[in-house]
């Protein structure tokens, strides 16, 4: 059992108040929080799609595993329809801070100042996305690592917690396998006997993960292509700022080019290839897993809101492997990447609260203004899914046979009842549609003002202190309908 530093009494006390003040925190920030789509897209299709779609056909559309779906749908089975997701994110993140706080071996400055980080308070604890799962696999494995081979089948189900969480983690789960079933295999004091089990459950969810994931909608990625076009300025940019400077590129450079630096002097000193020699059996292993995860994360789409994973398994896999060096005090620069993110965590959240997040109740406070709530709107784009779910299918003009959950998929619009254009023809009394579906359409009709009501609502994502992505809706309210409705 890895036993915590000095002083333990002081410190679960210490570590408890850090814990409530948290929990705290996250709990009062939860209400200000306006889901986005994305995260209103793995609830819908927990509340609408059935278990069997959620194994089978889901994961091909969102290219990742199904488990977090799973554990909605769970969710929303207890709890009902209204259940809301901000508090499950919310309660996983702690489970996460707790172990981190309790169990880890780390010098108690870290224990005050990661866990008010960016991506443990708002990123993965306040947005409520599958990335939250992944924490949670990520602080069990570094707790369970110089367990691995006591408690054979809990790391095997933390490998598993992990691989499924993300499709990110997937290959650093499998050479993690690959790594311990080696350990095993050569190390003559442990029988294969007790590995075989569980490495053969890994295997089984390993080929069902294949399965799922594979072939992968590329209507979906082909949305996104222009940024994969774009991989040498996200791999120089994008990949550093999950521990530094964010937006500001001119910091960024800096903090790199000292970086750089450093990591120069290091290696022209003899004492570096000494300490490799030395650690040679923790430094392969190390560098096997980050390049097993560069790999799945370039490959996949490298987005703001993914960077989280890259400091998540950056701090796991220093503890792992370099658990005397994590328990040293003298870690300036990453001290100083610590209080940048304490930053991101403040200005983050002062934006949540402030703005619009998917403006989901300020459409409803326009429809309330002309007494509309209770009447069919069309809605349509992926934007404007936090706004159905404050409505009935009663409400929308959407098929019965439909599911409401977004696909992303051109053909999953047609099955909708038709292109845009015809649905726009069909229902246009309210229209409620995403800015950027709204380029494809002709909305010429719209704009006599005699004859309607034009709201543009913005919303913007947060992300380190900045709105990283501004998207919104048109509200379109035809007079007309007012007067039909009267007279009826």
């Known amino acids: 059992m890895i036993k915590d530093v000095s002083l333990p009494v002081s410190n679960k006390i210490i ?18 929080h306006e889901v986005w789509a994305d995260e209103v897209q793995a609830f819908l299709i927990a509340r609408d799609a059935s278990v069997a779609d959620i194994i089978s056909s889901v994961p091909h559309q969102e290219g990742q595993p199904s488990l977090w779906h799973l554990v909605l749908k769970g969710l929303i089975f207890v709890f009902g329809e209204n259940l809301n997701i901000t508090y499950v994110s919310i309660f996983i993140m702690s489970l996460t801070v707790g172990i981190f706080l309790f169990l880890y071996n ?11 980080g960016h991506y443990f308070l708002y990123q993965y604890n306040i947005i409520s996305r599958n990335y939250c799962l992944a924490y949670l696999a990520l602080a069990l494995l570094g707790y369970l690592y110089p367990l691995r081979h006591k408690y054979i089948w809990r790391y095997a189900f933390v490998l598993l917690l992990l691989a499924e969480s993300s499709s990110f983690f997937a290959p650093v789960a499998a050479f993690l396998g690959g790594i311990w079933l080696y350990e095993a295999y050569t190390n003559h004091s442990y029988k294969l006997t007790p590995y075989i089990a569980p490495l053969f459950m890994l295997a089984c969810f390993g080929l069902l993960m294949i399965w799922q994931i594979f072939p992968i909608n590329m209507v979906q990625y082909e949305m996104r292509i222009e940024y994969i076009k774009n991989y040498p300025y996200n791999v120089i940019a994008h990949f550093p700022e999950s521990f530094f400077a964010g937006k500001n590129m ?37 560098f096997l897993i980050w390049i097993s995860f560069i790999a799945g994360y370039f490959a996949i789409h490298p987005m703001y809101y993914h960077q989280g994973a ?31 993110q304490i930053f991101w965590s403040y200005a983050s959240i002062s934006y949540d609260i402030k703005h619009p997040y998917s403006s989901q109740f300020e459409i409803m406070k326009v429809l309330q203004k002309h007494n509309l709530t209770d009447h069919k709107i069309q809605a349509i784009g992926f934007h404007t899914l936090p706004f159905q779910i404050l409505h009935t299918r009663d409400n929308l003009y959407i098929s019965d046979d439909t599911p409401l959950y977004w696909l992303w998929t051109q053909k999953d619009m047609q099955i909708k009842g038709g292109n845009m254009q015809q649905q726009l023809d069909l229902h246009r009394d309210i229209v409620v549609v995403d800015i950027d579906d709204a380029k494809d359409a002709d909305f010429s009709y719209y704009l006599r003002p005699d004859e309607f009501y034009i709201y543009k609502i913005p919303a913007a994502a947060v992300y380190k202190g900045f709105l990283f992505y501004e998207q919104g809706v048109f509200v379109f309210i035809k007079k007309d309908y007012f007067y039909r409705k009267t007279n009826s």
């Open 15 to 32: 570590c408890g108040l850090i814990w409530c003040v948290f929990v705290a925190l996250s709990l009062y920030i939860a209400p200000y």
């Open 106 to 116: 780390v010098p108690l400055l870290y224990k005050i100042l990661i866990p008010f």
């Open 250 to 286: 001119i910091l960024n450079l800096c903090i790199l080019g000292w970086i750089a630096i450093c990591a120069i002097k290091t290696v022209l000193s003899l004492d570096f290839y000494k300490n490799i020699s030395r650690y040679r059996a923790t430094v392969l292993p190390f």
């Open 310 to 340: 890259v400091w998540g398994l950056f701090l796991c896999s220093m503890y792992m492997f370099f658990p005397n060096y994590c328990r040293q005090r003298n870690h300036f620069l990453f001290i100083l990447c610590l209080f940048i």
